[in-house]
């Protein structure tokens, strides 16, 4: 209700600000007697954690995961997992000095009327470090999956408006920006960078792909799967939209050229994207969503402080310049948790 | 659950099928002591009903609400509304002669595939049929937000491939396709004619512009206003996508450009689209859905059969060449359900 | 979230009034490929409807249910089930002489003073009418669990101060009471019987046994089994306690009393009531409730007017003089909803 | 759905075993701008915690809280509140000996059977360490109800066979048995040290008086205000029943005697025990629990081990002699939780 839980039978519950004790989550709803390790939550969350590259920001948490609860003898229990990775590097002295003017792009305004109180310390709940509980969430969903045969890839198809030409999936955790074109990287890089310089950032857009996923997944009307990606994926704070398949080309294109035809091995085509009627047709899931530049910029900008007088800002601090291949991996994690809650509702749906 | 309720305070659950005995909607957490008159829900269902122009199905369902209870002496009670269109214009036999195949672009394969049995008849509850429960809820919460100065339109902004230039909001009801440009209107209705003569369909593009909602309107981390906005649109059948503001636009934009300044009226730019980090920030909210082209093409198709094999496919009857004006008041209903649901929960947590 | 929605999987919504167009239930969660016939639905109606004896109200509601979606050729579908029952028997007038009293036992105060308005027909939808589509869900329940080899069964074991000193379930639904011992339904059935000659009204204890539940059915911690069942009991109208096994004996036991020891062939005792730490350990599963007496009674009673000045009040009317015998269906139907629901929700956690 | 969490507007998710890193609580739906004290969470969790009397188990467990998130210069920000409390004083050695054995009346035997695994240290989460959680949870319901004028208050009205004629709040908390007539407590604890001399243990009852809520707090049909209470109190592990008011003497009562008649100042008496149709009138709430003796007792009882051969078991270790005292913060805990939810849920219902 109060928007701090995703899932309805695989569920989590994530917690903590960017600067108070800790962040993390509790997964509940997990299979029982499941092998988990800490080193497999741990690798995931170290794909999401920052100071990976120059192209990312230099604060340094170890994000060091504890999980405190749901295992024993190296098996899940079926009970909740508390997983929980303590702030160390904290640096709100940085913030003390814009802590009454809003940051453009930042939710600073935008809480403080919901809330009425305000968390200055970076932005508090709203900072990106909260979705180091959704990554760490993920990596549990991420390994039931793995004994579904599934397997879930994002990588950055655009930045800095560089496009990506070619899918080779084994650079991508070779470049900085997580792109899947290995050219195509080199050319993003070099324009974030030039970005950088200049104290500003750069968006892009990020693509993932699902496969392994058999036909019949997905809920009818409200639930359906894509709706659920999309609510996962919005839910992502820089993410400002999403389109399955063929996606916003649909409005140029008619009906003989969209439908997917089928044949004895399957469907001819693919532009609805894996899903047809909100579930599963068998072929790769693929879905594309545009991330915002970062927020965060040192540049300097207009805004109006609490009080409502006109300042400028210049938003110092530790950022990134591009965020899209950290957001790879929270993608990711939200599509295996999505996944992995619909399995199991099928699952419930069907017990006879 | 299982997928057929919406919301979590302001509650709708809908049933029925195409050619069942009945479509219609449960609202729940209605609230008390609000006049409402069957009239207001029956506006917004002609709005969506079939029949009304030369582009859309001619499917005759007089589609009359009946409200059969959460009503006395014309005023809301609180408790549950039932509102129920009983299905009248039954032609199951336009499926027999397809009921073994899968056609193209339709839920069929999917259906069968995770239920395991397949209503034939039309599409059963994948039908668009569905959407007048979504629609009759919406016209309650709409009723609600018009106490709270909100207006909630929508309109087709591009179908066929043509986009409208200008935004006019008095034309959108008096063209065939609800656009909100007149002369684009125009080449629309002939682009989509000439493709409904060669048996074809067109799909497009619905803008949502929602005005009066006050800064502080949304759940933070996972139940972002923009997150279940998007889970409300991609459950509409035919939606591919959604972008807010600036969409799929800040690939190419830089931290600078898309930053929304502030001064002392309020924000310089609306390229966030009226949120910001998940909650509103008193701009006007806007947003654009990828519409794909009707799946149902009287055009020959290939597909296969319930024993896998190859065949031809024709899908005749009566069917829309242009889903987009009918989506449009779905797209609106579903929006006012979400910020009715936001606008319960904000009070919900403030309560002391 | 406004209470009219019960289960998490298999989960059921009702609506209605008690003198309104109709009262009713949506069936979400259902298993698909289930033969599912109406007789069965109206063969539980027919147990909770009025007018089955002297000492049950003489309303006359057929009480006949229509399924109006989500099955097909016999068959359910795996979507909403609308059954619906109109009404007939409306007699409001017999109401409007009260209209602004508050009727002693009957929630008139309360309602009016959450909603602010007053339903004055009947009870509105705090009418135990309401409770048809709990039945109506229930029998579906009933039947899904039957695939399970599971039985549910109520009975009375105490009305009017006369308790039930055997056993025989053969009985039960040969007798206007419910009774499960043939002997004291006739001292039963005499005694409420001379206290609505009186005027007045009898309470009772209705006693529920559950066979076939295997060990480990039912959540830990806040969704224990008999945590649900003590929700389901308990949103009954005239539903005052629960208690499970020994249940209030066990203030005066010690551990060594109280506890169920093992031996080769299960427990040697059943003071658990077949649930322990919240989940089923193969005994029966027994509880009894408390039911309160019917409020309505014609006898004079004090009460106030919406004014607040005291008067004097009769409930004339067609009312139950003791509502035990109605009741027994009523907690089998709850008792089937929560069983069924605890399953689909085991399947779930379990699915790999 | 795994019910692990409870509450839908204000909603705690508790995680930990008994014998794991930590057990606590997510509080999530929290008012903002609410001062809160990590000292108010501790006062409560001092009531709960083992060793305050030679009736309750030495384990020495200091319970400390910590408050990781969700507080901000000692205000409440309105996200998650993270309160945790590391377990120090392990000693599954103790259960080394039996951990192939199912204790008498432990969940060994169910949580074996649901699960599949069994966490054999202490009671893994089926152990009553988990409602540390709760407590802190409702402490900070406690907060805002306190804000609202309601205060909540439990004792134990009788223990090993002995019940409490009179009723003083003042001794409650000044007696080992939080017995509240303090003759009653003196012979309590005589007869309790007795059982525990032979290896025994005693089981009891808890009363929960409620003030200060107003008419109408509480949702129609499912959500009662009682079955949530009675959903609330038989989630915790040793409640075996419930009852309101009148509670299981209505069985006797005729609805003459029964019904509440109203006059000018309010209802002549309190037989509903505070709530009618589900929802309050103005009186004080009033309930009791049945609480069961302690499981773990140092007397030899017969059972099986995970062969399934007979065994014999001496539950040796630190247990409670009667566990009614520390039932009695924990009944308060539950109670605060459900209303402080209900209240938001009436204001989410009502606002416009």
Not at 99 to 115: C, E, S, V
Not at 164 to 171: A, I, Q, R
Not at 310 to 325: K, Q, S
Request: with cysteine; hydrophobic share 35%.
């Amino acid at each position: 209700m109060a928007g701090n839980s995703f899932g309805q039978v695989f569920r989590i519950t994530t917690f903590g600000e960017s600067h108070g004790g800790a962040v993390g989550v509790v997964v509940d709803g997990m299979t029982p007697g499941i092998e988990l390790t800490t080193e497999e939550v741990q690798k995931q969350l170290d794909r999401r954690k920052p100071g990976q590259s120059s192209i990312t920001t230099p604060r340094k948490e170890p994000d060091t995961v504890n999980i405190l609860s749901g295992i024993f003898e190296g098996k899940t229990t079926g009970t909740p997992l508390l997983m929980i990775l303590y702030n160390s590097d904290f640096e709100p002295e940085a913030y003390v000095a814009i802590k009454d003017m809003f940051r453009p792009g930042h939710a600073d305004f935008t809480y403080l009327q919901k809330y009425g109180v305000r968390d200055w310390r970076g932005s508090g709940r709203a900072s990106g470090r909260e979705t180091a509980g959704r990554v760490a969430g993920g990596a549990v969903a991420r390994k039931l999956l793995a004994g579904r045969n599934i397997t879930v890839r994002a990588h950055t198809a655009k930045a800095a408006g560089v496009t990506c030409h070619s899918y080779d999936p084994e650079v991508i955790e070779k470049n900085p920006l997580r792109a899947c074109d290995a050219e195509a990287a080199k050319e993003m890089e070099k324009r974030v960078t030039a970005l950088k310089e200049q104290d500003d950032s750069a968006g892009g857009m990020v693509e993932c792909r699902i496969s392994g996923v058999a036909p019949g997944l997905g809920e009818p009307v409200f639930d359906k799967l894509d709706a659920e990606l999309a609510h996962a994926m919005l839910s992502i704070g820089a993410v400002k939209g999403i389109e399955f398949g063929a996606g916003f080309r649909v409005a140029e294109m008619s009906g003989s050229e969209h439908n997917d035809q089928m044949g004895e091995n399957g469907f001819l085509t693919n532009n609805a994207g894996g899903i047809i009627g909100g579930i599963s047709n068998g072929e790769e899931i693929v879905f594309r969503v545009a991330v915002k530049p970062t927020s965060s910029i040192a540049r300097l900008q207009q805004t109006v402080d609490m009080e409502g007088k006109t300042r400028t800002i210049r938003t110092e601090g530790r950022h990134d310049a591009c965020i899209c291949p950290r957001i790879v991996p929270v993608v990711e994690a939200m599509a295996c948790l999505v996944l992995e809650d619909h399995f199991k509702r099928q699952a419930a749906m069907l017990a006879t």
